[in-house]
T-cell receptor, first 111, second 112 residues
Framework: ELKVEQNPLFLSMQEGKNYTIYCNYS?????LYWYRQDPGKSLESLFV?????AVKQEGRLMASLDTKARLSTLHITAAVHDLSATYFC???????????FGTGTRLTIIP | DSGVTQTPKHLITATGQRVTLRCSPR?????VYWYQQSLDQGLQFLIQ???????AKGNILERFSAQQFPDLHSELNLSSLELGDSALYFC???????????FGPGTRLLVL
């Protein structure tokens, strides 16, 4: 059974600081997705990482994938309050479109 | 706005009752997925339909069923409701791998 673990579960950061969220998954997978969820809201797609070494950046967020280590990271640069949300990674595999989600990382940016 | 719509937004009902949740996918998306989000279980995949046919099943209880209609909208039916079924139910749609799944606003179900 595919398992996806994220850490930390909770992260409180000061504005302007950098930090990284980690996502580990248990079996070989072809694709990794990052989503953002604001409290009481839906999930918003952030990144799709399709191959080993893939790196994608959008604004202050950068995601990377190491399929050999079964690890993805979401790096936050110079955090701002608007980035406060819960971030989920999710994994599927070729021919199986079911997404298995991590536990989520609740990020709070403190002014 | 993802383009996926779900109704109703909120639903309050009693144990033992039956409810139907509705989802309309983004234009052009043939795949519809249902997920349940709760505090204790997190985000769990329930079921996927592709162009009217069931394609994958996850941790869906026998009391729950779903279908996708010719116009591609989907319904999730929850019956004999229990307190533990209280959760946020999301529908998502996609054109297929490797494109991401786009999530609707969700239906918040409260079973009293």
């Amino acid at each position: 059974e595919l398992k996806v673990e994220q850490n930390p579960l909770f992260l409180s950061m000061q504005e302007g600081k950098n930090y990284t969220i980690y996502c580990n998954y248990s079996t070989t997978s072809d694709r990794l997705y990052w989503y953002r969820q604001d409290p009481g809201k839906s999930l918003e797609s952030l990144f799709v990482l399709l191959s080993n070494g893939a790196v994608k950046q959008e604004g202050r967020l950068m995601a990377s994938l190491d399929t050999k280590a079964r690890l993805s990271t979401l790096h936050i640069t110079a955090a701002v309050h608007d980035l406060s949300a819960t971030y989920f990674c999710a994994v599927d595999s070729f021919g199986n479109e079911k997404l298995t989600f991590g536990t989520g990382t609740r990020l709070t940016i403190i002014p | 706005d993802s383009g996926v719509t779900q109704t109703p937004k909120h639903l309050i009902t009693a144990t033992g009752q039956r409810v139907t949740l509705r989802c309309s996918p983004r234009s052009g998306d043939l795949s519809v997925y249902w997920y349940q989000q709760s505090l204790d279980q997190g985000l769990q995949f329930l079921i996927q339909y592709y162009n009217g046919e069931e394609r994958a099943k996850g941790n869906i209880l026998e009391r729950f069923s779903a279908q996708q209609f010719p116009d591609l909208h989907s319904e999730l039916n929850l019956s004999s409701l229990e307190l533990g079924d209280s959760a946020l139910y999301f529908c998502a749609s996609s054109v297929g791998q490797p494109e991401p799944q786009y999530f609707g606003p969700g239906t918040r179900l409260l079973v009293l």
